[in-house]
T-cell receptor, first 113, second 114 residues
Framework: EAQVTQNPRYLITVTGKKLTVTCSQN?????MSWYRQDPGLGLRQIYY???????DKGDVPEGYKVSRKEKRNFPLILESPSPNQTSLYFC????????????FGPGTRLTVL | AQKVTQAQTEISVVEKEDVTLDCVYE???????LFWYKQPPSGELVFLIR??????QNEISGRYSWNFQKSTSSFNFTITASQVVDSAVYFC???????????FGQGTELSVKP
């Protein structure tokens, strides 16, 4: 089944404890992206990747890192999480960036205490 | 600037009613793509439709239909004979041709009551 998977689905952590949210897709998509969703602020892009080893900042990249060593994986790293990073995170992938539909993972609900 | 506006924050209907969700967009691109996504209470984002700026034909898929009008920069979504399972937040989105970012509207929360 074609899908985007994220792990963990739920995470409660404390300020400053490094964490990684994994994202994997099995559709051989070149483009991958991370979004966060917050009440009143909607969905905003954090980082994106056009292809392996190519990543770039989205609208709200502060406090996050990403890597794209393999086509299928695009992990989101929070080196020192803070409470303002409490959010619902979505990974997405698509064939390319030029107008293709983006398929989203199930979401990761992160709480930073 | 690119922007998507969904003026209806919440809509409540009774089952079997028809309902239209409005979406107005702004872009300077001559070629652009619009999308609708559904976010049910379980939280995932489900792709519904993609429309490019060259195709102004209306689209119908079962009880769902979409009306794209370039003259008014609108891409409205109609659910015919709504059902309780249609209850969700619906997002209209425009893609940024530079970096592939989806620019989402604020969403319309649809509640279908039995």
């Amino acid at each position: 089944e074609a899908q985007v998977t994220q792990n963990p689905r739920y995470l409660i952590t404390v300020t400053g404890k490094k964490l990684t949210v994994t994202c994997s897709q099995n559709m051989n998509h070149e483009y991958m992206s991370w979004y966060r969703q917050d009440p009143g602020l909607g969905l905003r892009q954090i980082y994106y990747s056009m292809n392996v080893e190519v990543t770039d900042k989205g609208d709200v990249p502060e406090g996050y890192k990403v890597s794209r060593k393999e086509k299928r994986n695009f992990p989101l790293i929070l080196e020192s999480p803070s409470p303002n990073q409490t959010s619902l995170y979505f990974c997405a992938s698509s064939l390319g960036s030029a107008g293709n539909e983006q398929f989203f993972g199930p979401g990761t609900r992160l709480t930073v205490l | 600037a690119q922007k998507v506006t969904q003026a209806q924050t919440e809509i409540s209907v009774v089952e079997k009613e028809d309902v239209t969700l409005d979406c107005v967009y702004e872009t300077r691109d001559t070629t652009y793509y619009l999308f609708w996504y559904k976010q049910p209470p379980s939280g995932e984002l489900v792709f519904l439709i993609r429309r490019n700026s060259f195709d102004e034909q209306n689209e119908i898929s079962g009880r769902y239909s979409w009306n794209f009008q370039k003259s008014t920069s609108s891409f409205n979504f109609t659910i015919t004979a709504s059902q309780v399972v249609d209850s969700a937040v619906y997002f209209c989105a425009l893609i940024d041709n530079q970096g592939g970012k989806l620019i989402f509207g604020q969403g319309t929360e649809l509640s279908v009551k039995p």
